[in-house]
């Protein structure tokens, strides 16, 4: 009984070999290339400055949870993402604490302004 059943499914596989893959294939303009490689630079300009200590104990400070934040910063349309990259970088360099507290605000402004957090409500 084993057998058959082992025989049966090794025909089964055999024949699942013959048939042909679907691979659909496009061309890549060079705009859209570029605009990737600018997201991945972006988000990484974002992600090393929102790795810092000081910014992960704000965060925890405020009640976001750092999943939460890594989670909406990748739903940001490529504009909201190179308007924040940009901030980063324009950032002084002597102002580290100036930049987190504006990161932060900004990262907040945009959880409240999706529905995520409740912050700004709470106040009169």
Known sequence: MFKRMVVQLLCIALLNLGSPL???????????AVEADTRAQDLA?????????????????????????????????DSELRMLAGQVAEAPAGADALAVIGIVFLVLLILEAVGVIDIFKKFP
């Open 22 to 32: 679907v691979a659909q294939a496009g061309l890549i303009g060079t705009l859209q």
């Open 45 to 77: 300009t974002v992600n090393a400055t929102l790795a810092r200590d000081q910014v992960r104990e704000q965060f925890m400070a405020l009640g976001v949870e750092p999943a939460e934040v890594e989670s909406r910063l990748a739903a940001l349309t």
